[in-house]
């Protein structure tokens, strides 16, 4: 497969960014220590803000390669950089609008488990649901975009709005379940980043009522798995493809 000039530091950012971010919860986690640092930092809407936007980078960043990665080939060179900072600043734009949800249900301390239940139910439904399906389909749209000029920006901003809100609605009730979950944050954080990559790899489907369960990664893992340990979390951003495909 030809690669473009560039694909690979972008493929590097990505990691290096992301292994940042769980650097960061890793800190901010060992730093409350006991339950009263934890009830305080649910009740702070700072707090949750800034955990809710570092999950996010944390656990979303992986699957932005495809999108990225679109813009940056679709861009003149000297504008490349400004327009995939103007589609991940849009993407997040749309994600950081829900953490006022997040830190209003995180402020609830006194019937955190009831809630947590609740989502997790919520959840189970959603994700065997058509509208699941419907915005996973969506989440491979991959939109033309203009090369020149104020249209370029516009269509950059567009697209990561756009997939931004499917994004946010595809995982915003699992990703609101973690964050109500009272204990073992970043292990499950983790196990759900997998998830969602995983469910990423799938090729769109029919939406239709079912339980769906992404094993495409497991398949590509066991299929190659000297070139996954070796090559790393850049030969597997590299070689997330998102090929032309009709959404159901």
């Not at 790393?232 to 159901?248: D, I, S």
Request: hydrophobic share 55%; glycine share 4%; proline share 6%.
């Amino acid at each position: 497969m030809h690669h473009l000039p560039g694909r690979k530091p972008l493929a590097r950012a990505i990691v290096g960014l992301t292994v940042v971010a769980w650097a960061a919860l890793l800190a901010r986690d060992a730093s409350m220590m006991n339950e009263m640092d934890v009830r305080h930092a649910a009740s702070d809407l700072s707090g949750v803000l800034v955990q809710w936007l570092l999950m996010l980078s944390a656990m979303m960043l992986p699957i932005l390669a495809v999108p990225v990665k679109h813009v940056y080939d679709r861009s003149l060179k000297r504008h490349r950089f400004r327009s995939v900072g103007l589609f991940v600043l849009a993407y997040f734009a749309i994600w950081s609008a829900s953490g006022v949800l997040v830190a209003w249900l995180s402020a609830l301390s006194h019937s955190r488990w009831l809630i947590f239940t609740l989502a997790c139910f919520i959840v189970l439904i959603w994700h065997c649901s058509p509208g699941k399906q419907r915005c996973l389909n969506r989440c491979h749209a991959l939109p033309s975009l203009c090369a020149f000029g104020l249209r370029a920006d516009v269509d950059a901003l567009g697209f990561g709005l756009r997939h931004g809100t499917w994004c946010m609605w595809s995982c915003l009730p699992l990703m609101i379940s973690i964050t109500l979950l009272p204990e073992w944050h970043l292990v499950t954080m983790a196990a759900v980043a997998v998830w969602i990559f995983a469910e990423r790899l799938e090729l769109p489907r029919r939406p239709v009522w079912s339980c769906r369960v992404p094993l495409r990664l497991w398949r590509m893992a066991c299929a190659n798995v000297p070139a996954f340990l070796s090559g790393g979390a850049n030969r597997l951003l590299l070689t997330y493809e998102a090929k032309p495909v009709t959404l159901p």
